[in-house]
């Protein structure tokens, strides 16, 4: 069974500060993760994926993630905060043949100014 | 190249009426897929699809059904309606399936049930 663990529900930054929002996984099998982002009243949008290549992923918007399996964990960071980056994060998980994406529960990223 | 198409955006219904979601996907893509969003419970696998075939279900009672047509555009009902009910109900396609590809996210349909 597949399932993800987002640790943090709010995470509040200055802008130009960097940015650590932390997700673990549970897989049984070599998964691939992702993470999306939700903008108010928008649908889903991809950041970055991880499909057993590289381990350090970097995704659009200067976002990158590093794949640890020892830790099952995929964090996604950004060195440097921008406005336009306050929405809410996904970290997600699929094993292959699941067919489904499973959700963390989310992690809101306020941006200060 | 357009994107995933949700319609309609907002839908009010009553408690006890059914209601009919549509996802058209990106042209070329055969896997479709429903998600349910909610404030308590996340976003929850509703089902899946993939040339005219359900090829996965969550775990949904049985008044959540789906459908695929031909052309890859995908339908989604629910009968009955309950208050719980009441969510953002997500549709996303991939070339094939979603665990390689990237899924793309249609906006989302704002399910209101009173």
């Known amino acids: 069974a597949q399932s993800v663990t987002q640790l943090d529900s709010h995470v509040s930054v200055s802008e130009g500060t960097p940015v650590l929002l932390r997700c673990n996984y549970s897989s049984s099998y070599s998964p691939s993760l992702f993470w999306y982002v939700q903008h108010p009243n928008k649908g889903l949008q991809l950041l970055l994926k991880?499909?057993?290549?590289?381990?350090l992923v970097k995704g659009i918007n200067g976002f990158e993630a590093e794949f640890k399996k020892s830790e099952t964990s995929f964090h996604l960071t950004k060195p440097s905060a921008h406005m336009s980056d306050a929405a809410e994060y996904f970290c997600v998980v699929s094993e292959r043949g699941a067919r489904q994406l499973t959700f963390g529960s989310g992690t809101q990223l306020t941006v200060l100014p | 190249k357009a994107g995933v198409t949700q319609t309609p955006r907002y839908l009010i219904k009553t408690r006890g009426q059914q209601v009919t979601l549509s996802c058209s996907p990106i042209?070329?893509?055969?896997?479709v897929s429903w998600y349910q969003q909610t404030p308590g419970q996340g976003l929850q696998f509703l089902f899946e699809y993939f040339s005219e075939t359900q090829r996965n279900k969550g775990n949904f009672p049985g008044r959540f059904s789906g459908r695929q047509f031909s052309n890859s555009r995908s339908e989604m009902n629910v009968s009955t309606l309950e208050l719980g009910d009441s969510a953002l109900y997500l549709c996303?396609?991939?070339?094939?399936?979603?665990?390689?590809?990237?899924?793309?996210f249609g906006q989302g349909t704002r399910l209101t049930v009173v």
């Open positions: 042209s070329g893509h055969r896997s």
């Open positions: 996303a396609s991939s070339l094939v399936a979603v665990t390689n590809t990237e899924a793309f």
């Open positions: 991880y499909t057993s290549a590289a381990t």
